[in-house]
């Protein structure tokens, strides 16, 4: 059995046994599958394609969603557990996993369509068919509202242009869900195929941070689409907003794994390492930065699992993600440069792992909502008022 | 075809042993508990030959309640039913005894498991099974082929200098090696699914005498520690190592 930990507080008790089988199946195939080339894919800029249809067979993808989907119906502490695996492999894989689950499949299963959901969801959840989710514009980031892209009514069908950027999957992706506002109306959603006319994808290359993962520019230039296209029940910003809360879940509890995976490798190798006749993990500096790194995670791995089973009430409130979302990601970017740091020199190679986790973590830190934009949305939850505007352009400051 | 495995509950290979204090048993509490490696191999390929030729795996343990992870876990591979044995057997003789009746009860078509458990590493429940349901037997298998409508089999053994091949009918009992296949992991639907299955739990027929008694479990001796030598200029060092090598550890 792989390491799973660590779990300092013995939280392992908390989780039922099926929740404890599903990560460790997860675990063994991130050891076994993920693990060894990770760091060379990293290097490449390459995503491990050849993973997709073996995380099918798993059934990693849409797991919480009932069988006749192609999920499996398994908790949601079960899935954050999965993210939490695949993302101690990397962020990158997690990310590949959460825009198929928690943003395609999920748009496709709340707002689509029964048609739309039969054909897409049981050959996503296989791995046969990928997806991705472009809401994101180069001029539309934290205020996805100001999108500039435009959903125009032709027929009976539509036509979609605009640009959306920063877009996981992009290239790889079979449908992409493509939000759009309608002229002089609210934002709805779309499944454009990969084949159809006017849509294009291309990669950025020039990323120093989630190499093993594709990030795409989509261009829609006169894109046709069907009104059978549209996701039916998508109607304003609220649609793809609900999207992204369950694929912070899922970040919240993956960034954990990247955490765990930097302390463990801090743990062994400052046990390890001598300097001055003593093995670094013996003296004070040191034991206070390992035991900092442990405080931090497991705060964040008990955020994670409290939400988890939020969620499954039904109960989780999206600023309670957002609280666990901002605090996660930043405790994991800071336990991994902390691991970074006790690997010395040896700490900014990928033959270790501290330096491909943090770099990733930057990026995780950033999208789907930024640590500023997640303060803002605590902060509007807090005092009932809304910070987002600046204040000059506040009624009343 | 009707396909049974045997499969043992063991503590996973990564954990450390402690024993207890009277030097009986291990101590069991807080161990992580795994499905034995080789019968990992068994189940696959008992679901390999399920696939291809149709039928059932059921899947039987003896042990305690908590043996019923082990059987969940070849659920979650697939296997269709599961079966345990309640008891603790005294030595191999009463597991296999104890297995081999249960067995019987279960008519298959062909009997798999690992070639011995990671736990105590005595390989012989396979063999026993099929001395006790006087069953052509197969050990160590790593390759394995059956003809159903011809009630027969073909296994590969890997001995020293070269491969037997054998040939032998069915009803049988085959013992898997490393290299038998590649064990697929449980899926995650499999797992949900393993989860509502219902397990079949009777009491383990242990009517046999034990053949041998379990004296006294010991830790191995701890390592000593090695020698350095650190005080010598490179030549000497380099001359006392080849004398040490030579004449105290004799290994040159």
């Known amino acids: 059995m792989p390491e799973t930990g660590p779990d300092y507080l013995q939280i392992e008790r908390l989780l039922t046994d099926e929740e404890r089988s599903i990560r460790n199946v997860v675990a063994e195939f991130v050891a076994a599958e993920v693990a060894p080339s990770i760091g060379q894919h990293w290097l490449d800029g390459t995503f491990p394609i050849g993973l997709v249809a073996k995380m099918g067979e798993l059934g990693i993808f849409g797991p919480t969603l009932p069988p006749e989907y192609g999920g499996a119906g398994i908790s949601d502490v079960a899935y954050g557990l999965i993210m939490q695996e695949l993302e101690r492999g990397d962020s990158g894989l997690r990310s590949f996993a959460s825009v198929q689950s928690a943003l395609s499949m999920y748009a496709i299963w709340r707002f689509g369509s029964e048609v739309q959901r039969r054909r897409w969801l049981p050959k996503m959840a296989k791995g046969q068919a990928i997806g991705c989710f472009g809401l994101t514009e180069p001029d539309a980031g934290s205020d996805p509202g100001a999108m500039r892209t435009r959903a125009r009514r032709d027929g009976s069908g539509w036509v979609l242009d605009g640009v959306k950027r920063w877009i996981t999957n992009g290239t790889l992706a079979d449908v992409a869900v493509v939000w759009a506002r309608e002229e002089g109306g609210a934002i709805l959603g779309f499944l454009v195929e990969r084949e159809t006319a006017g849509f294009t994808a291309k990669d950025v290359h020039t990323k120093a941070s989630m190499r093993a993962s594709h990030t795409s520019d989509l261009m829609l230039d006169g894109v046709k689409v069907a009104d059978e296209a549209r996701l039916p029940e998508a109607k ?7 999207c992204l809360t369950q694929a912070r879940f899922g970040i919240a509890c993956g960034v954990v794994g990247a955490a765990m995976d930097c302390f463990n490798e801090a743990l062994a190798y400052t046990g390890q390492r001598t300097a001055f006749g003593h093995p670094l993990a013996g003296t004070q500096l040191v ?47 800071e336990v991994a440069r902390m691991g970074r740091e006790l690997l010395g020199g040896n700490g900014i190679t990928t033959e270790y792992r501290a330096m491909r986790h943090m770099a990733n973590l930057e990026t995780v830190d950033t999208y789907e909502g930024t640590y500023e934009i997640h303060t803002l949305i605590i902060g509007r939850d807090l005092t009932g008022l809304d910070a987002f505007s600046a204040p000059a352009q506040n009624s009343g400051a | 075809m009707q396909i049974l495995v045997l499969v043992k509950q063991v503590p996973d290979t990564a954990t450390r042993i402690k024993i207890d204090a009277d030097g009986k048993d291990i101590q069991r509490d807080g161990l992580t508990w795994v499905l034995n490696p080789y019968d990992e191999y068994a189940v696959e390929e008992a679901l390999l030959l399920k696939e291809l030729h149709g039928g059932t795996v059921t899947v039987l343990t003896l042990g305690p309640a908590k043996a019923d992870e082990a059987l969940r876990s070849a659920l979650a591979m697939g296997a269709d039913e599961a079966v345990r044995v309640d008891g603790q057997p005294a030595d191999a003789l009463q597991a296999g005894w104890a297995l081999a009746q249960a067995a019987k009860a279960l008519a298959p078509d062909l009997i798999l498991c690992g070639k011995q458990a990671v736990d105590d590493d005595q390989a012989e429940v396979g063999v026993l099974v099929a001395e006790f349901l006087n069953l052509p037997q197969v050990t160590v298998a790593v390759s394995l082929s059956v003809d159903p409508a011809a009630h027969s089999g073909q296994a590969k053994r890997e001995v020293e200098g070269g491969v037997q091949q054998i040939a032998f009918s069915l009803p049988a009992v085959v013992t898997a090696q490393k290299g038998l296949n590649e064990p697929r992991y449980p899926s995650l639907p499999g797992i949900m699914k393993a989860k509502r299955k219902e397990i079949t739990v009777q009491a383990a027929d242990l009517g046999i005498a034990a053949g041998v008694e379990l004296v006294r479990l010991t830790p191995p001796a701890p390592r000593k520690a090695g020698t350095l030598l650190k005080d010598l200029p490179g030549a000497d060092a380099g001359r006392e190592l080849i004398r040490l090598l030579h004449e105290d550890a004799k290994a040159i």
């Not at chain 1, 304003?236 to 609900?242: F, H, Y």
């Not at chain 1, 995670?297 to 609280?323: C, D, F, I, N, P």
């Open chain 1, 236 to 242: 304003g910003l609220g649609a793809p907003l609900a």
């Open chain 1, 287 to 333: 034991q206070e930065r390992l035991v900092d790194m442990l405080s931090r995670l497991t705060a964040a791995q008990l955020t994670a699992l409290q939400l988890g089973r939020l969620k499954e009430a039904g109960e989780l409130r999206y600023a309670q993600v957002s609280l666990a979302k901002r605090n996660n990601t930043r405790a994991a970017l």
